[in-house]
Nanobody, 120 residues
Framework: VQLQASGGGLVQPGGSLKLSCAASGSIFSINVMGWYRQAPGKQRELVAVIITGGTTNYAESVKGRFTISRDNAKNTVYLQMNGLKPEDTAVYYC???????????????WGQGTLVTVSS
């Protein structure tokens, strides 16, 4: 199983970006998909998660600005980021809890990270 993230880049404050992360490989089911971020000198933190039924959870710092969604048919999770601030600058990692084969237990997988820089 692999997670491939894309969509990062440089954006001015107040701008928008949309991140995508596609899971591929032997996948029986995906329970949770989410986004985390790690800024320089800081620990990795949760940004947003979405479970199979569509329930979402966001970090307080991004509520009202970021929207997480998923396309179950494509095994893909998205993060629409609006109203970006310099403090949103970080490497963003996608995460998914995946059952590879029906008889296996779920395990966590991580994407490679995509850099988001918010600067004028």
């Amino acid at each position: 199983v692999q997670l491939q993230a894309s969509g990062g880049g440089l954006v001015q404050p107040g701008g928008s970006l949309k991140l995508s992360c596609a899971a591929s490989g032997s996948i029986f089911s995906i329970n949770v998909m989410g986004w985390y971020r790690q800024a320089p000198g800081k620990q990795r933190e949760l940004v947003a998660v979405i479970i199979t039924g569509g329930t979402t959870n966001y970090a307080e710092s991004v509520k009202g600005r970021f929207t997480i969604s998923r396309d179950n048919a494509k095994n893909t999770v998205y993060l629409q980021m609006n109203g970006l601030k310099p403090e949103d600058t970080a490497v963003y990692y996608c995460n998914a809890r995946i059952v590879g084969r029906w008889y296996e237990t779920a395990r966590d997988y991580w994407g490679q990270g995509t850099l988001v820089t918010v600067s004028s």
